[in-house]
C-alpha cells in the first residue's frame, strides 16, 4: 500500500522550497566595506559582537527547527491514532502461526515459523517503500501525473473516490486493489536438519506471491548470507535454472508446497500493508530522536 502520508509530507517542503528566499550574500559583506577603519580600530570588540550575533541566529535556528519537528511529530501521531490497524495484520497476527521478529530501527522484518522439522523464515525490508517508483501513468496510478504537485495529487484521489463510488452503484465489484502498488521483495529460507535448505526469492504484489528463483543449499547458513564468507560461497553455488524456466506443473507445485508452509495469499496482503506500518513507526521515531539531538 502506497498512503497518502508519503505525498503529504513531501507536498509542504517542495511548496516551502519555492518560496523559500535566501537572504542575500553582500548583505553583511556591504557593512563591513562602509566602515573599514572602525573595524580595524576595534577588531576584539567586532568579533565579540560577530560572535554573539552568530549564537543567537543559531539558537533561533535551533528553536525553529525543534518547532517545526515538533509539528510534524503532533502530526503523524494524530494521523496514527486516527488510523486502526488494517484488518490485514491484525487477522494474520492473531492467526499466531508467524513469529513476526521487527526490531525498532532497523528496516528488515522476519518472520519465523516451523512446520514439522523445518524451520521457515521470510524476511522482508520497508527499504522497498523508499526504493518504490511508482507508474505515473494515468491508467496505473490514482494520483495522477506528478506526485510533486500536492493539490493536484488530492483532486485526483478525489475524484478516484468518486468514480469508486458509482461503480459501485452499478454493482460492479472493486475488490481488488488498484495496480501499481508496491512490489514487495521476500527472502523465504526453508531448511531441515542435515538436509541443507531451499532458498526462495519472491515478489509480493497486488495480494499474489510471484517467485522469481528457487535456490538450494547443501549449507543452510548459506541461504542466510549473514556475513561475508557465506555471500561469497553462496555466490560461487550453482544457483539452479530460472524459475520460469522449469516444466510448468513443477513450478505450480512448487508454488503449492510453498502455500503449504504459510507463503499464502495473506502473506502477501500482510507484507505490504506491515511495511507502511513500520515505515510510520520508525518515521516518527526518526523525527524524535533528530528532535532530541537539536534540544540537547
Aim: a negative charge; aromatic letters at 8%.
Amino acid at each position: 500500500m502506497m498512503s497518502l502520508r508519503t505525498i503529504a509530507r513531501a507536498a509542504p517542503r517542495a511548496l516551502a522550497r519555492a518560496s523559500a528566499t535566501p537572504l542575500p550574500r553582500f548583505a553583511r559583506s556591504g557593512l563591513v566595506a562602509a566602515r573599514p577603519a572602525l573595524l580595524r580600530a576595534q577588531p576584539a570588540s567586532a568579533f565579540s559582537t560577530s560572535l554573539l550575533r552568530n549564537n543567537s541566529a543559531k539558537n533561533e535556528i535551533d528553536e525553529e527547527v525543534s518547532a517545526k519537528l515538533a509539528n510534524e511529530i503532533e502530526f503523524e501521531n494524530d494521523v496514527q491514532s486516527n488510523e486502526p490497524l488494517p484488518a490485514s495484520i491484525k487477522d494474520f497476527l492473531d492467526n499466531g502461526i508467524w513469529k513476526v521478529e521487527d526490531v525498532p530501527g532497523k528496516e528488515d522484518v522476519i518472520l519465523t515459523r516451523t512446520y514439522g522439522n523445518e524451520k521457515i523464515t521470510v524476511s522482508f525490508s520497508i527499504a522497498d517503500l523508499q526504493n518504490f517508483e511508482p507508474d505515473l501513468s494515468e491508467e496505473d496510478n490514482a494520483f495522477g501525473d506528478e506526485l510533486e504537485d500536492f493539490e493536484s495529487s488530492s483532486q485526483q484521489q478525489q475524484q478516484q473516490q468518486r468514480n469508486n463510488a458509482e461503480l459501485e452503484q452499478e454493482g460492479n465489484e472493486f475488490d481488488e486493489e488498484p495496480t501499481g502498488t508496491v512490489p514487495c521483495r521476500l527472502n523465504v529460507v526453508i531448511e531441515k536438519p542435515g538436509k541443507g535448505a531451499l532458498n526462495v526469492e519472491a515478489i509480493a504484489q497486488d495480494g499474489t506471491i510471484v517467485v522469481e528463483n528457487l535456490y538450494y543449499y547443501k549449507d543452510a547458513r548459506l541461504a542466510h548470507s549473514t556475513d561475508a564468507e557465506a555471500v561469497h560461497q553462496a555466490h560461487d553455488a550453482y544457483p539452479g535454472p530460472p524459475f520460469g524456466s522449469l516444466d510448468e506443473d513443477l513450478q505450480i507445485l512448487m508454488e503449492r508446497y510453498l502455500e503449504e508452509r504459510g507463503v499464502t495469499s495473506a502473506l502477501a496482503v500482510f507484507v505490504p500493508d506491515y511495511m507502511d506500518y513500520k515505515e510510520q513507526k520508525e518515521y516518527v521515531s526518526w523525527l524524535k530522536n533528530v528532535k532530541d539531538f537539536v534540544d540537547a
